[in-house]
C-alpha cells in the first residue's frame, strides 16, 4: 500500500481529514481516515498535524504516524501554525484594542508571527483607521486595513498567507470568514451577520478546518470566540510577551522589576514620556493582576 505523507485539515466525528502532500491546491477531496490502534491511543490526532498515511483506495486511509508538532494552540486547538492574523473590525462591533491585545499575548506565548487586519475600515473614518494602526504598530506589529465588500487589502493579505499556516482568529462579528472569501472566492465559508440585540456576530464556523490556499500554505478559519483564557504565562514572566518592552526592562533600577509598583521603572517612564502607549501598559497591568491571581488560587 502507498504510504502518504499529509495535513489533517479537519477532524469530525471520529474521523480525520486528511490532504495529502501530492493533492494540487485547488482539489476539493480528501482522505477520510482513521488511526491505526497504536496511533489512535498514543496522542489525539488534531488540525494541523501532519501524519503519515496509508491510503485505503481513492477516498480512505489509515493514519499511521503523527509527525512532532512545532507547536500547538489550545484555543483554537490547532498544530503547527505558522502566524495568527488577527482581525479585529473598526466598527460594528466596535474596536476593542483590550480584546486585541489579549489575542496578541497568546499568539506571543507560542512565539508565532503576528499580522493584525484591522476590518471594515470603509465604516471609519480614514483618521480613526490610522489611530488604530498606530496602537499595534508602536508595540512592533504588522498591521493591514481590510474590507471584504470592495477587496480592500485582498493582494496585500493573499501574499501574506501564501506557503504558511495561518490561524484567522478574532472575536465574533470581525468578519474573519468574509476575509477568507475574499482573498480565495470559492472557499465557500458561511458569513455571519451582526445580532443588533446584542452587537455581537453569530457564531458561523462551527468547527476549526484548514482550507487550501491555491498559492500554497493553509488557513484556519476557527469559531468565533470573545475571550481568551491566559495560560502557559507566569506574573514575573508577562513583560517579555511585550514586545515594546524589549530593550527597556534591562534599565529599571530593581533587577525582578514587573513595572507595576516599583520606583525608578524604566517602562513606566517610557509611558510617561509616549515610548510605550498607555493603553498597551494599562493592559499590561490587568493582565498581570489577572495572573497574579490565578496563582493566588493556585497556591492556596
Same mark, same amino acid.
Given at each position: 500500500?502507498?504510504?502518504? $505523507?499529509?495535513?489533517? @485539515?479537519?477532524?469530525?466525528?471520529?474521523?480525520?481529514?486528511?490532504?495529502?502532500?501530492?493533492?494540487?491546491?485547488?482539489?476539493?477531496?480528501?482522505?477520510?481516515?482513521?488511526?491505526?490502534?497504536?496511533?489512535?491511543?498514543?496522542?489525539?490526532?488534531?488540525?494541523?498535524?501532519?501524519?503519515?498515511?496509508?491510503?485505503?483506495?481513492?477516498?480512505?486511509?489509515?493514519?499511521?504516524?503523527?509527525?512532532?508538532?512545532? &507547536?500547538?494552540?489550545? +484555543?483554537?486547538? @490547532?498544530?503547527?501554525?505558522?502566524?495568527?492574523?488577527?482581525?479585529?473590525?473598526?466598527?460594528?462591533?466596535?474596536?476593542?484594542?483590550?480584546?486585541?491585545?489579549?489575542?496578541?499575548?497568546?499568539?506571543? !506565548?507560542?512565539?508565532?508571527?503576528?499580522?493584525?487586519?484591522? &476590518?471594515?475600515?470603509?465604516?471609519?473614518?480614514?483618521?480613526? *483607521?490610522?489611530?488604530?494602526?498606530?496602537?499595534?504598530?508602536?508595540?512592533?506589529?504588522?498591521?493591514?486595513?481590510?474590507?471584504?465588500?470592495?477587496?480592500?487589502?485582498?493582494?496585500?493579505?493573499?501574499?501574506?498567507?501564501?506557503?504558511? @499556516?495561518? *490561524?484567522?482568529?478574532?472575536?465574533?462579528?470581525?468578519?474573519?470568514?468574509?476575509?477568507?472569501?475574499?482573498?480565495?472566492?470559492?472557499?465557500?465559508?458561511?458569513?455571519?451577520?451582526?445580532?443588533?440585540?446584542?452587537?455581537?456576530?453569530?457564531?458561523?464556523?462551527?468547527?476549526?478546518?484548514?482550507?487550501?490556499?491555491?498559492?500554497?500554505?493553509?488557513?484556519?478559519? !476557527?469559531?468565533?470566540?470573545?475571550?481568551?483564557?491566559? *495560560?502557559?504565562?507566569?506574573?514575573?514572566?508577562?513583560?517579555?510577551?511585550? +514586545?515594546?518592552?524589549?530593550?527597556?526592562?534591562?534599565?529599571?533600577?530593581?533587577?525582578?522589576?514587573?513595572?507595576?509598583?516599583?520606583?525608578?521603572?524604566?517602562?513606566?517612564?517610557?509611558?510617561?514620556?509616549? !515610548?510605550?502607549?498607555?493603553?498597551?501598559?494599562?493592559?499590561?497591568?490587568?493582565?498581570? $493582576?489577572?495572573?497574579?491571581? $490565578?496563582?493566588?488560587?493556585?497556591?492556596?
Amino acid at each position: 500500500m502507498n504510504v502518504l $505523507q499529509g495535513v489533517v @485539515i479537519a477532524s469530525l466525528s471520529g474521523f480525520c481529514y486528511v490532504r495529502t502532500d501530492d493533492e494540487v491546491a485547488d482539489a476539493v477531496e480528501s482522505l477520510e481516515c482513521k488511526p491505526r490502534g497504536k496511533v489512535k491511543f498514543a496522542d489525539r490526532i488534531i488540525v494541523g498535524d501532519r501524519v503519515a498515511v496509508t491510503r485505503i483506495d481513492e477516498k480512505t486511509g489509515i493514519i499511521e504516524k503523527i509527525f512532532p508538532r512545532k &507547536n500547538q494552540l489550545l +484555543r483554537p486547538v @490547532i498544530a503547527n501554525v505558522d502566524q495568527v492574523v488577527i482581525v479585529m473590525a473598526i466598527k460594528n462591533p466596535d474596536l476593542n484594542l483590550y480584546l486585541a491585545d489579549r489575542f496578541l499575548l497568546q499568539a506571543e !506565548t507560542q512565539h508565532l508571527d503576528v499580522l493584525v487586519c484591522l &476590518n471594515k475600515c470603509d465604516l471609519a473614518a480614514p483618521k480613526e *483607521v490610522k489611530a488604530a494602526a498606530r496602537h499595534f504598530e508602536a508595540a512592533g506589529y504588522r498591521v493591514l486595513a481590510t474590507e471584504a465588500v470592495h477587496n480592500v487589502g485582498q493582494r496585500r493579505l493573499r501574499a501574506l498567507l501564501a506557503g504558511r @499556516i495561518s *490561524v484567522v482568529a478574532g472575536p465574533s462579528g470581525a468578519g474573519k470568514s468574509a476575509l477568507l472569501n475574499m482573498v480565495e472566492p470559492g472557499f465557500g465559508l458561511r458569513t455571519g451577520s451582526i445580532s443588533e440585540k446584542i452587537g455581537r456576530g453569530k457564531h458561523t464556523t462551527r468547527h476549526t478546518s484548514l482550507h487550501a490556499l491555491k498559492a500554497g500554505g493553509f488557513v484556519a478559519d !476557527t469559531p468565533g470566540f470573545t475571550q481568551l483564557d491566559i *495560560v502557559g504565562v507566569s506574573a514575573v514572566d508577562l513583560a517579555s510577551y511585550f +514586545r515594546e518592552f524589549a530593550g527597556m526592562a534591562d534599565q529599571c533600577r530593581f533587577r525582578g522589576c514587573v513595572h507595576v509598583s516599583e520606583p525608578n521603572c524604566a517602562i513606566k517612564a517610557a509611558v510617561a514620556d509616549g !515610548t510605550i502607549r498607555s493603553e498597551r501598559y494599562e493592559h499590561y497591568t490587568h493582565f498581570y $493582576q489577572e495572573l497574579i491571581d $490565578q496563582e493566588k488560587r493556585r497556591f492556596h
